[in-house]
């Protein structure tokens, strides 16, 4: 089992930036896709970006041009930097991952979460 441990949430101001981390313990980082999902309040969860081994990513058209995603395969960490936050941004993000390549957004084909990082964008 993949253990995956998310930092870097916080309360900013709309405008502003944050970039949240995922460090995963796992013997398969090489075979691994990483994403990113966020559940506001009230809300389900739904997808943000997800990022395979090749490097290849999908972000989300609600994000896309202010967030990006990344990985530091030295570190075994998934980034998710988020800019010109906006108070809808507010949720909790989850870091999630799975074996292989294929970049999917569906949360069902993900096995393995973090506990969560919450995200606040005041107006």
């Known amino acids: 089992q993949v253990k995956l441990v998310e930092s870097g949430g916080g309360l900013v101001q709309a405008g502003e930036s944050l970039r949240l981390s995922c460090e995963a313990s796992?013997?398969?980082?090489?075979?691994?896709?990483m994403a990113w999902f966020r559940q506001a309040p009230g809300s389900e969860r739904t997808f943000v970006a997800a990022?395979?081994?090749?490097?290849?990513?999908d972000v989300d058209s609600s994000v896309e041009g202010r967030f990006a995603i990344s990985r530091d395969t030295s570190k075994k960490t998934v980034y998710l930097q988020m800019n010109a936050l906006k108070p809808e941004d507010t949720a909790t993000y989850f870091c999630?991952?799975?074996?292989?390549?294929?970049?999917?957004?569906?949360?069902?084909?993900?096995?393995?979460w973090g506990q969560g990082a919450q995200v606040t964008v005041s107006s």
């Open positions: 999630a991952a799975r074996r292989g390549a294929a970049l999917f957004q569906s949360e069902d084909k993900y096995i393995d």
């Open positions: 990022i395979n081994w090749g490097d290849t990513a």
């Open positions: 796992t013997r398969t980082w090489n075979e691994d896709t």
